[in-house]
């Protein structure tokens, strides 16, 4: 893509925003559109948690330690009405390095600034038909550093959601329109009233700055400023995750919480997972070395793709028609040992015997780890580290299969090779985790 390495090439100081704004006209005229992610709003990908752990003993106690802050519901303002735009027009007084959360599930794609959702933690989506209405809420706490997005459907009940006002290990507690129901932000638990333990379904969110998703897609619609409410929406108030020093790097927790664990800084953003059979945190940053991480949560099989382009990690299931693959990081994509499949960082199989085939995209919440532990201390916490890659780097082929050779070939037309150091294997888990 040669337009896109000009593009990515160029000094921010010399290209002013309506400069920048043609650049991306211009990237969405000769751009396809990459294949659109599954509606996760109707799958069903809420996995069972451990045994035990999400028990009525359990939620009454988190229900106990709700921290009353005064503020009233719904005072922070969910936006119930979305407007929005195009990259362009967005373009004009956003930066590319603006922290954005892309929904990549929707066709279009959907971009969320950062900036405008931690004035209202709430964006509310109902759409389509009334019979086939789909309800979509996507959901940011500035305080633990967390962004989901949820289906409003749970069982027979459609809803969307206010904030509360009160936090919970100083997360963002909501309440559902339906019921009345109150639910954690992080990881969309129940945990008083009506649907008392129940659980939301995750969509799974990217969170990236805005000239890389504009780059990577430019066809997407952005969320307006045209909220109906007056914010700053060029200020975050708790400071910038671009500069060091603020609220979102330093190790200051503002509010009560049930638990801490010095493992990792307070702030360190982690991907949390509920597994059948553990609760896992994953340390982000340590996830763009690997590439293509391959572990085991127990005997859950795991992969994080890195994503270059959008400089964020997705995890998916490895396992494809019973076997448990092992991936190595191409600069044209992802490649499976087993089947001699090139794969894309959104899990589409691009090019072999599974082309066409997805990975399961794995739902996990990304929050700061002080949070994340708060909620689940019985967290298996894992990190990966070029030394459990080197342990883990086995059974790959040297050379990639010839009929991929083609298309893997360099800009001097020699065939890549893999090696096998940098091709990680799945790392044991007792290694790899840490209790």
């Known amino acids: 893509m040669p337009l896109l390495r000009t593009f990515r090439r160029l000094d921010k100081r010399f290209v002013d925003r309506r400069g920048w704004a043609l650049l991306l006209a211009l990237a969405l005229l000769v751009l396809g559109r990459p294949a659109p992610l599954p509606a996760y709003e109707k799958a069903k990908l809420v996995l069972p ?7 009525d003993v359990r939620l009454d ?7 009353e802050t005064g503020v009233m519901r719904d005072s922070i303002p969910p936006i119930d009405k979305p407007v929005f735009i195009s990259v362009m027009d967005a373009s004009l007084s956003m930066d590319p390095g603006d922290h954005v959360f892309v929904l990549e599930s929707t066709t279009p794609p959907r971009i969320y600034p950062q900036t405008t959702l931690v ?73 008083k009233g009506t649907l008392k333990g129940k659980r939301l379904q995750p969509v799974p969110l990217v969170w990236t700055t805005f000239g890389r998703a504009a780059a990577r897609y430019p066809e997407a619609l952005v969320l307006s400023r045209a909220t109906g409410h007056r914010r700053s929406y060029s200020k975050d108030p708790y400071g910038s995750y671009a500069r060091n020093g603020t609220y979102y790097d330093n ?6 919480v049930t638990g801490t664990d010095t493992r990792q800084h307070p702030k360190e953003k982690v991907l949390g997972l509920i597994l059948p059979e553990m609760i896992v945190a994953v340390v982000k940053k340590s996830l763009r070395h690997a590439g293509a991480a391959n572990f085991d949560a127990g005997a859950f099989p795991i992969v994080s793709f890195w994503d270059d382009g959008l400089q964020a990690p997705r995890l998916f299931d490895r396992r494809v028609e019973g076997q448990n693959l092992r991936f190595a990081k191409l600069p044209q994509g992802f490649f499976d040992s087993a089947t001699h499949t090139l794969w894309s960082p959104t ?6 015997p599974l082309a066409g085939r997805r990975l399961l995209q794995l739902p996990r919440y990304e929050s700061m780890w002080f949070a994340w532990y708060a909620f689940f201390p019985e967290t298996k916490l894992y990190n990966w580290t070029p030394e459990l890659e080197a342990e883990a780097a086995r059974s790959f082929p040297e050379e990639i299969p010839p009929a991929l050779q083609e298309l893997l070939r360099n800009e001097t037309g020699v065939p890549q090779s893999i090696p096998p150091a940098t091709a990680p294997a799945a790392a044991p888990a007792t290694r790899n985790a840490t209790p």
Not at 61 to 67: E, G, L, N, P, W
Not at 251 to 256: D, E, G, R, T
Not at 347 to 352: H, I, K, P
């Open 49 to 55: 948690p451990p045994p035990g752990v999400f028990t």
């Open 61 to 67: 106690s988190m229900a106990k330690a709700v921290h």
């Open 119 to 191: 004035w209202h933690s709430v964006v509310n989506e109902v759409e389509g038909p009334d019979a086939q209405k789909t309800y979509r809420s996507v959901t940011y706490c500035p305080l633990t550093g967390t962004v989901a997005a949820y289906s409003g459907t749970i069982d027979d009940v459609t809803t969307t959601f206010g904030t509360d006002g009160s936090l919970l290990n100083n997360n963002t507690l909501l309440y559902d329109r339906a019921t009345g129901s109150l639910w954690t932000q992080l990881g969309g638990l129940c945990i």
């Open 251 to 256: 190790a200051v927790i503002v509010h009560p």
């Open 347 to 352: 899990g589409e199989g691009l090019q072999g």
